[in-house]
């Protein structure tokens, strides 16, 4: 067996500064430490913290007033912020910078009198605090044929915008569909679509034609992940989503095999070593990697926690 380990692949800058909040927030403040949704979507990290002592919640009523809250990487809505100052919640925001930018870009275009066309997926955290933006002036399609159906106030005061984890191919698709349909139609000035899942998605397209089998380490509910195994079975390979080595069907390899190993953004690496070390011991595999392109994104901590940080 020949593994080809895909990269980038991996947390992201917005999970990186997102997980490291949460460990600050533990050590600074003592537990437990709330969060509103999961910190990330996956598996591993959730469970990691549940030990140290963070209590996931979907309700600020499940939160003690006056505790420590940290909102997760995903964002949410001015209602759940308004619930947080009259609960007097003590508020880490570890939204990441980029899914700040999709709101902001919501609340302008809002504010100049557009329908917003959101394209995203319903119930998603991300898409459910974007939607909390402007809950009236927005409007959420998932595929081109919703696009089809669309009916509109008012054709010449529209806008889109996307969820930040989505497939680069399918979201292009629907953007030519609404600029087919609605010709006025404007969008951000920068695609909203970020630049981890992009750089992800873009080397398991290169990669996958080298493969027999494709295995994605991710979450069943990590997005980001999800496109990564769509994509690589759009392009006729076998491929699987895994939370870690337990997932893997050895029944999936027979023979000498090339393997496509990648990570959705919120997928811990010591989870993909796992992965390759099973693989090694069961099939003897060879290991190599494959940079697509190097990422040197950073975001800056919370600012409570800057300070914290830097002793001040």
Known sequence: MRIILAAPRGFCAGVDVAIASLRLAIRAYGTPVYVYH??????????????????????????PQRAHLLYSAHGVSPAVRRIAVRRYLQVIDATCPLVIKVHQEAIRYARSGCTIVLI??????????????????????????????????DPDKLAYLTQTTLSV??????????????????????????????????????????????????????????????????DGVSAHLVDGPADIDLGWFSGSKTVVISAGASAPESVVQQC???????????????????????????????????GK
């Open 38 to 63: 999961e910190i990330v979507h996956n598996k591993w990290v959730v469970d990691e913290f549940r030990k140290l002592g963070a209590v996931f919640v979907e309700d600020l009523s499940e939160v």
């Open 120 to 153: 995203g997926h319903a119930g998603h955290d991300e898409v459910v605090g974007t939607m909390g933006e402007a809950p009236e002036s927005i409007l959420l399609v998932q595929t081109v044929e919703e696009v089809d159906r669309l009916e509109v106030p």
């Open 169 to 234: 191919d399918d979201t292009a698709q629907i953007i030519d569909r609404l600029r087919q349909r609605f010709q006025r139609i404007v969008g951000p000035p920068k695609e909203d679509i970020c630049y981890a899942t992009q750089n992800r998605q873009e080397a398991v397209r290169r990669l996958a034609c080298k493969a027999d089998i494709v295995l994605i380490v991710g979450s069943q509910n990590s997005s980001n992940s999800q496109r990564l195994a769509e994509l690589a079975r759009s």
């Open 276 to 310: 390759v070390a099973m693989l090694q011991e069961r099939f003897a595999a060879t290991v190599e990697s494959r940079t697509i392109c190097k990422e040197r994104v950073r975001f800056l901590l919370p600012k409570a926690l800057r300070e914290m940080s830097s």
